[in-house]
């Protein structure tokens, strides 16, 4: 199984492709897919759709997985800029016809660490460890789609698909 985590956001959204082969994870690649923060919205989206068009068609996931949305009540345009990125990047899925599953950020947490509470610096260093990599992932975007495509990967593709709650 080959899964493309991504981790959504307007400004960077971080990308990672791991394969289960038998019972070890191999990372495959990962990356960033950036947009200008001085272009208008719309041309923003449409660079994003086209990164991550671009990533799906080179790696043939047979999976994305994805943070799902969450927000704190303090940053409420966040979580609608955040909402307009995941948009983009399920209808990016849709159109090449991969499916998406997401998961809440205590789902990957639990996953990957072995907590929900899991810290960021957790998490990094478990992705690091588990790919033997000689320093965490950079930027934490990247290290955060890794920890979803293991999610997606640990999971066997069988957890909420978007727009079922």
Known sequence: MRVLGIDPGLGTTGDGVVELAGS????????????RARDPLPQRL????AGICEVIRDCQPDLVALEDLYTEYRFPRTALLMAHARGTICLAAAHLEVPVVSYTPGEVKNAVVGSGRASKLQVQGTVQ????LPAPPEPNDVADALALALTGCYRG???LVVGER
Not at 46 to 49: A, E, Q, T
Not at 129 to 132: D, M, T
Request: glycine residues 14%; charged residues 20%; without cysteine.
């Open 46 to 49: 449409k660079s994003l759709y």
């Open 24 to 35: 070890a994870p191999r990372l495959q690649e990962a990356g960033t897919v950036r947009t």
């Open 157 to 159: 593709g069988n957890p």
């Open 129 to 132: 460890r588990i790919f033997g």
